[in-house]
């Protein structure tokens, strides 16, 4: 397949991406979070070829996004209080919330649910090109299912080149990793996957809101998962992750005597001067943020250079660091060692 990568210094690519989504079309393009794979969201077909070009499991559902707070009223069933409330405190930006649908979202956006997940992105190109197009855009990240999401339009090129129509180049995506995933149909609302917006923020508008086993344990064989992408295997390099929680001195001295081939430190900036094997660093000790924002590349950069097993220093899981623990913690699946 043919794949178009579309210039947006200018507003005829806006437009070009736009009358290619409005074509039932599928294109690439760059959200604060991460990329996304877009198609016009009430249209089933459409829709399933961002499944056939990630190799998506059919039975996981997708986010639809929107440019402004009234285009989730024909998408939604009910708009209960704290839904309003949450808009107003973190959208646009990294928060999904979970909502009854109506009957006119397609069966293969919420892939059979009787629910569907909206979030209004913040990145001016993708909101310009929901702008254009006059439509809502389901859109999964943008990569092929199970590796790590893309967090420039190199990772899309990489994962997806001649699959989809189009790709938006927009550059570096600042956030790093995917939306909070927060379920809003329940009396308490629920954390599905810890994201660019914490539990405290939230805590801080809504009131009490719980964090699903899913986020911290291995779904159980035949268990239900509450959101069905947690039921999968993800984030994973092709290097095998082990996950490591201790002090930079504990944790230099486990790296250093490890023996394995194709050994690599996932490691913080405190730990690279005592290495004696190679690394990539992902940020300081305590800043989560730029480790959420680093991650997903130093995952792919690990592969790149030909890694087969990665020793990834582990984040306390507060805060944003909740997020990028969990992310880590799916890519060791569910292995950690504690220091
Ligand atoms: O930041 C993001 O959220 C990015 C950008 C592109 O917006 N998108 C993204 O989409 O991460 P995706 O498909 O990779 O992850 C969507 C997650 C999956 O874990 C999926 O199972 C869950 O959201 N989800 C979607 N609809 C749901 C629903 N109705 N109920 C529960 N979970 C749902
Ligand atoms: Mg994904």
Redesign the pocket.
Known sequence: MYTEIININDEVGIRRAADLLKQGRTVALP?E?????AANALDGEAVKKIFRAKG?PQD????V?VAEFEELYPLVSEVPKVAKKLAGAFWPG?L?M?FK?SGAVPYEV??G?D???I?M?SHPVIVRIIKAAGLPLA????NLSGSP?PTSARHVIHDLFGKIDGIVDGGDCQ?G???T?L?ITRQVPCI??P??ITKEQIEQVIGEVCVASSVLEKTGDGQK??????KYKHYSPKAKVVLVRGSSEDYVSLVNGYKAEGLFALCFDEDVKKLTVPYLSYGSCKDYKTQAKLLFSALREADGRGASVLLAHSPEPVGIGLAVYNRLLRAAEFEELLL
């Open positions: 959200t979070t991460v990329y996304g794979l998506r996981n559902p997708l986010i996004h990294p999904t979970i649908k919420s892939a649910l629910t569907i997940a979030r992105p859109a999964p990240s943008a999401s956030v990793l995917e939306s995933v379920d599905l996957r994201g660019g998962a509450l959101s069905p992408g947690m």
